[in-house]
């Protein structure tokens, strides 16, 4: 499985996929129905964007789980960060996006972290075996649902200059 943000670089951009696409596009349902997970990923990149039988498919594939600068990721993918557009798929690691203006914002419009770390585990277990995973992912699938407005308040807060740590401004 593919970290996140994963990335396939192009001669003008990237290719990579926003919680819009994954969720709010009739072809993001088609993703999400054919892939069963790794919706961010390079499989999810590629059916994306039809690349699975052309030239462009075979272009390097790229992914970083290092937030603490803008500067690990192309410029359009911190664009469409900072805008928020990466809404709904929230991990620990994104957590130092946030300045403590931030996290206290979090804190005050999150409900609970319950959801959230009952949806992580799921889906970490899930991950570790997938022949066994089937029982496990729809399990976790209906956990991750309930807490994705979790990860709607993290990139509402995000989207704030001001929430932001230092470098992310």
């Given at each position: 499985?593919?970290?996140?943000i994963s990335w396939i670089p192009k001669k003008k951009g990237n290719y990579f996929?926003?919680?819009?696409?994954?969720?709010?596009?009739?072809?993001?349902?088609?993703?999400?129905?054919?892939?069963?997970?790794?919706?961010?990923?390079?499989?999810?990149?590629?059916?994306?964007?039809?690349?699975?039988?052309?030239?462009?498919?075979?272009?390097?594939?790229?992914?970083?789980?290092?937030?603490?600068?803008?500067?690990?990721?192309?410029?359009?993918?911190?664009?469409?960060?900072?805008?928020?557009?990466?809404?709904?798929?929230?991990?620990?690691?994104?957590?130092?996006?946030l300045s403590e203006d931030g996290i206290g914002a979090y804190s005050l419009e999150?409900?609970?972290?319950?959801?959230?770390?009952?949806?992580?585990?799921?889906?970490?277990?899930?991950?570790?075996?997938?022949?066994?995973?089937?029982?496990?992912?729809?399990?976790?699938?209906?956990?991750?649902?309930?807490?994705?407005?979790?990860?709607?308040?993290?990139?509402?807060?995000?989207?704030?200059?001001?929430?932001?740590?230092?470098?992310?401004?």
């Amino acid at each position: 499985m593919c970290e996140y943000i994963s990335w396939i670089p192009k001669k003008k951009g990237n290719y990579f996929l926003t919680y819009h696409q994954v969720f709010e596009t009739e072809k993001g349902q088609q993703l999400r129905d054919k892939l069963k997970g790794d919706w961010y990923g390079h499989s999810g990149i590629k059916f994306y964007y039809d690349l699975v039988d052309t030239d462009e498919s075979s272009y390097l594939q790229k992914e970083c789980t290092d937030f603490s600068t803008p500067d690990n990721f192309p410029a359009d993918i911190v664009m469409a960060i900072k805008a928020g557009e990466m809404g709904g798929y929230l991990k620990d690691n994104l957590f130092v996006l946030l300045s403590e203006d931030g996290i206290g914002a979090y804190s005050l419009e999150c409900p609970s972290y319950a959801d959230l770390n009952k949806a992580y585990a799921d889906w970490k277990k899930a991950d570790a075996d997938r022949n066994k995973a089937d029982a496990d992912w729809n399990k976790a699938y209906a956990d991750w649902n309930k807490a994705d407005a979790l990860g709607k308040i993290f990139w509402k807060v995000f989207s704030n200059p001001l929430n932001r740590i230092e470098v992310w401004r």
